[in-house]
């Protein structure tokens, strides 16, 4: 995805790396493509360098630990692109945000949303759809569901 986000973008994407204990490998990473590795931040750190961000990137080959850091960036009101591995943590992904296999189609998205920056209308819709998945309105779903049961 890094070439294709290189050759579509005016400025090289500055790419931050966000973790608790990161291996070796991705310090190695970060080390050899300049990338800001932010290891163990705080949660305000957090909220801080999300308030920064143009999009999350998500480009797992596996879903396990995905939806938590999508829905993190739904929750932080940043649009996020990602591999089909995450197709399944939400339901329909908001239309400022990518699923795709695609390096060109992540590049345009991410071209885009760099282009036309992050309004409030577009934080605030997707603070919405994190909203959907927060604990409360499960609890408060499964409550409805087993109180519909129960009544039958």
């Known amino acids: 995805f890094l070439p ?3 050759r579509h973008l005016v400025h090289p994407p500055r790419v931050c790396v966000v973790g608790s204990a990161p291996p070796r490998e991705v310090e190695r990473l970060c080390t050899e493509h300049r990338w800001e590795l932010y290891p163990d931040v705080s949660d305000e750190r957090l909220r801080a360098l ?3 961000a143009t999009c999350a990137i998500l480009p797992f080959s596996y879903a396990t630990g995905a939806k938590l850091k999508l829905l993190g ?5 940043v649009p996020y692109v990602a591999t089909p591995a995450v197709a399944g943590q ?3 992904p908001p239309r400022s945000c990518l699923i795709s296999a695609d390096p060109e189609a992540w590049a345009r998205h991410v ?3 760099a282009g036309g920056g992050l309004d409030m209308d577009l934080r605030q819709a997707l603070l919405r759809e994190a909203e959907r998945y927060s604990w409360p309105t ?3 779903h499964m409550l409805e569901s087993l109180s519909a049961s ?3």
């Open 138 to 140: 499960v609890v408060a």
């Open 73 to 77: 960036a739904l929750g932080h009101g």
């Open 111 to 113: 071209e885009g949303l």
């Open 90 to 92: 939400v339901e329909v």
């Open 50 to 52: 999300y308030a920064e």
């Open 4 to 6: 294709a986000l290189n």
């Open 150 to 152: 129960s009544a039958r």
